[in-house]
């Protein structure tokens, strides 16, 4: 990830730039930087109420969560319902990946804690006990 | 997908299927009132507490008691007498403080989503495998494929832990005081691994992803499985999670420790073709 220093490289581009991506028709790997390690110095309001409402002492499983690009779009992964959630079009992007990355995990944590996720509707219908 | 119809690929007939998903419209709006939890899950307070004798009891009923004693609104629970039995404290997908006086079997505390574990004694084969959020922390040692296929959540083991450690894991954040033994990060996909003393052979064999920082020797490293230096992050991140738990060395310096990452060249595994062809005739 270290040649696209541009934050906005997957927005404005494809990402199919190596003769083997050329080849097969896609990128190779993650549209972002799955092991940026988190800048505490950033978390927002919302997370910090998150943290210390489960007890824990930073952003645990969110250590994972990042902004990422697809289809041209900023959007985080939800592993619960194993897609893309893309982030509101009206929401304006920070200049820099670390403040994206808390951005979207405050997105998630809404989105998965939200009566209409759809891990709900699954539950309600599948539930064995 | 942005590319496939103008690829290659495309051209020789190769793509006969959509390859993008498909997408859903979801009705949800960033600034409604929402939880910290998920929808389903039990009200607890942690100052409410209460406590589970194991002894001559089931690890069926003594799973639905701790379900019984969250849906009740206990945020503190304190398990008694575990006797290493094996699937103890699986599948609990709540916050809740659990502490566990003992030691635990193969399997404790698998596929759990949110609870902080603390457990003062030693857990068996495969602890937290599938743990998706949470904290759980050994004071004492652990068996093999501890945090095996690992998702999320920080898992903590005091002592040293057995071979294949945090196989095939897929996030998270495992940290180890002691050693881990052969093979530990084996296809290891993304999170971060901490080894405050040795590594046995192969270290993050077949890594794709992910980070491993060892602070003692490590014995052989695995296929792919290649050092990196060091950011001021990096350095940033070890001492604040290391003090967490409080396994930052005296000095206060994480200087000692090496950093392995993924040398990306198992990414194209298809480019072994050729290789594997020429094997077979």
Request: glycine share 12%; aromatic share 8%; net charge negative.
């Amino acid at each position: 990830m270290a040649k696209k220093e541009d934050v906005d490289y997957f927005l404005k581009q494809s990402g199919i730039d190596s003769e083997r991506e050329k080849i097969i028709g896609q990128h190779i790997g993650y549209r972002y930087d799955v092991n940026l390690l988190p800048d505490y110095s950033r978390l927002t309001p919302f997370l910090k109420e998150y943290i210390a409402h489960m007890g824990w002492e930073d952003l645990n499983w969110l250590e994972d969560v990042h902004m990422g690009y697809e289809e041209g779009r900023p959007a985080v992964f939800d592993r619960n319902i194993n897609g893309w959630v893309t982030v509101p079009s009206e929401m304006k992007l920070p200049d820099n990946q670390q403040d994206r990355d808390m951005l979207a995990r405050e997105l998630l944590v809404k989105f998965q804690m939200s009566p209409s996720h759809p891990l709900v509707q699954l539950n309600k219908a599948y539930r064995k006990f | 997908m942005a590319g496939v119809k103008s690829s290659r690929s495309h051209d020789m007939g190769m793509h006969t299927e959509q390859l993008s998903g498909r997408a859903m419209q979801l009705f949800f709006n960033a600034e409604e009132e929402g939880g910290f939890t998920y929808a389903d899950a039990f009200e607890v307070d942690f100052n409410k507490r209460a406590e589970i004798d194991a002894e001559g009891v089931s690890v069926h009923d003594i799973n639905l008691r701790i379900r019984k004693l969250m849906q009740e609104g206990y945020g503190t629970i304190v398990l008694k007498n575990p006797g290493a039995r094996h699937s103890l404290c699986a599948g609990i997908l709540n916050r809740l403080n659990l502490i566990i006086e003992g030691s635990l079997g193969y399997f404790g505390c698998g596929l759990i989503d949110g609870p902080n574990v603390r457990i003062s004694g030693r857990v068996g084969w495969s602890f937290a495998e599938n743990m998706m959020a949470g904290v759980c922390v050994i004071e004492k040692n652990a068996g093999s494929t501890f945090g095996a296929a690992l998702r999320g959540g920080d898992l903590v083991c005091k002592g040293s832990v057995g071979s294949r450690t945090g196989i095939d894991m897929k996030g998270g954040t495992i940290l180890i005081g002691g050693d881990t033994g052969a093979f530990s990060g084996f296809m290891m996909q993304r999170g971060r691994m901490v080894v405050c003393g040795n590594a046995g052979k192969n270290l993050g064999d077949s890594m794709y992803d992910g980070t491993i920082y060892v602070g003692g020797e490590i014995q052989s490293l695995g296929v792919d499985a290649v050092p990196e230096e060091m950011s001021d992050l990096d350095r940033e991140w070890l001492k604040r999670k290391l003090s967490m738990y409080e396994l930052l060395p005296k000095d206060g310096s994480v200087d000692h420790f090496t950093k392995i990452v993924a040398g990306r060249q198992l990414w194209n595994y298809d480019n072994l073709e050729p290789t594997e062809k020429k094997l077979i005739l």
